[in-house]
């Protein structure tokens, strides 16, 4: 099993930055690839980013690209995302995840932090 713990967020001013960090605890060696998804109210979760462990190769939807970073710290086991020029639409619960190379779906889920950008 992995544990996942996400941390940051808060309240923003549209333009503004954060930073969210997804620390990583329990069979850490299994994670392939770790990943941000966001769900906003009435809206379906959907993904940000993700990252594999091994390789770095990285994905962004296109909302977010060149506005956020994805990076990982392997010796913390600890994966960031770095948003910047946030806009309201950005609103909503992030969540970290994290997922075997055999598995087809993210498989382990953190709890959740809200991210609210005022316009």
């Known amino acids: 099993q992995v544990q996942l713990v996400e941390s940051g967020g808060g309240l923003v001013q549209a333009g503004g930055s954060a930073r969210l960090s997804c620390a990583a605890s329990g069979r850490t060696f299994s994670i392939y690839a770790m990943g941000w998804f966001r769900q906003a109210p009435g809206n379906e979760r959907e993904i940000v980013a993700q990252?594999?462990?091994?390789?770095?190769?990285?994905y962004y939807a296109d909302s977010v690209k060149g506005r956020f970073t994805i990076s990982r710290d392997n010796a913390k086991n600890t994966v960031y995302l770095q948003m910047a020029s946030l806009k309201p639409e950005d609103t909503a619960v992030y969540y970290c995840?994290?997922?075997?190379?055999?598995?087809?779906?993210?498989?382990?889920w953190g709890q959740g932090t809200q991210v609210t950008v005022s316009s």
């Open positions: 995840a994290a997922r075997r190379l055999a598995a087809t779906a993210y498989e382990y």
């Open positions: 990252v594999t462990l091994s390789g770095g190769t990285t």
